[in-house]
Nanobody, 124 residues
Framework: QVQLVESGGGLVQVGGSLRLSCSAS????????VGWFRQAPGNKREFVAA????????YYADSVQGRFTSSFTGAMDTVVLQMNSLKPEDTAVYYC?????????????????WGQGTQVTVSS
């Protein structure tokens, strides 16, 4: 399994931006599907975004479409989630996850490796 290390969370005001990073320790994201999920207190973990390494195609939840963007770095060892126009309802712990051999999924159970999570708090 790929070891994932996340960074970049924090506290930001409404309308602000944050950039999350997810690094594959000792590995790359080649031939994988990388997903971003979030979980607010008392809620289920929900899909935010996904990106395929082969084509670079991205998928977004309706709630973040147009505000969040995910991409790979040139070395394919880091994935970033750029979050703009943040809202209080974006407050959650954000997780990156990865799976090989899966072209597309929005389901938590389809991803086998997970990062430790990073807190994002948007204050109003």
């Amino acid at each position: 399994q790929v070891q994932l290390v996340e960074s970049g969370g924090g506290l930001v005001q409404v309308g602000g931006s944050l950039r999350l990073s997810c690094s594959a320790s000792g590995d790359t994201f080649r031939n994988t599907l990388v997903g971003w999920f979030r979980q607010a207190p008392g809620n289920k973990r929900e899909f935010v975004a996904a990106i395929t390494s082969g084509s670079g195609i991205t998928y977004y939840a309706d709630s973040v479409q147009g505000r969040f963007t995910s991409s790979f770095t040139g070395a394919m060892d880091t994935v970033v989630l750029q979050m703009n126009s943040l809202k209080p309802e974006d407050t959650a712990v954000y997780y990156c996850a990865v799976e090989r051999g899966v072209a597309y999924s929005r389901h938590v159970n389809d991803f086998g490796s997970w990062g430790q999570g990073t807190q994002v708090t948007v204050s109003s």
